[in-house]
């Protein structure tokens, strides 16, 4: 059983940063990818950024140059640090994982449970 626990939401004011965290834990063998989306109301889930085992990223527009994904390897942690934030950031952040539970088994998708990012003044 894998569980992907995020933090870091909150209320901020335009212009202002946060940083998004997401632990992955239990039965791990290794992870492949480690990336986040985000979902705001009435819009579809969109992926913002991605980091890849081998450490290169992939970022959407609307993050480059703002957002900066990172992630700690022995903690099986991502990060997203999101600076210049704007009202169009606005939404529920969710953390997505591409995860081999055991050394001979396929790799399975798991995901947590969001943390609202509200930016506003």
């Known amino acids: 059983q894998v569980q992907l626990l995020e933090s870091g939401g909150g209320l901020v004011q335009p212009g202002g940063s946060l940083r998004l965290s997401c632990a992955a834990s239990g039965s791990i063998f290794s992870i492949n990818t480690m990336t986040w989306y985000r979902q705001a109301p009435g819009k579809e889930r969109e992926l913002v950024a991605r980091?890849?085992?081998?450490?290169?990223?992939n970022y959407a527009d609307s993050a480059k140059d703002r957002f900066t994904i990172s992630r700690d390897s022995a903690k099986n942690t991502v990060y997203l640090q999101m600076n210049s934030l704007k009202p169009e950031d606005t939404a529920v952040y969710y953390c997505?994982?591409?995860?081999?539970?055991?050394?001979?088994?396929?790799?399975?998708?798991?995901w947590g449970q969001g943390t609202q990012v509200t930016v506003s003044a």
């Open positions: 980091i890849i085992s081998g450490g290169s990223r």
């Open positions: 997505n994982a591409v995860i081999r539970t055991q050394r001979f088994t396929g790799l399975r998708e798991y």
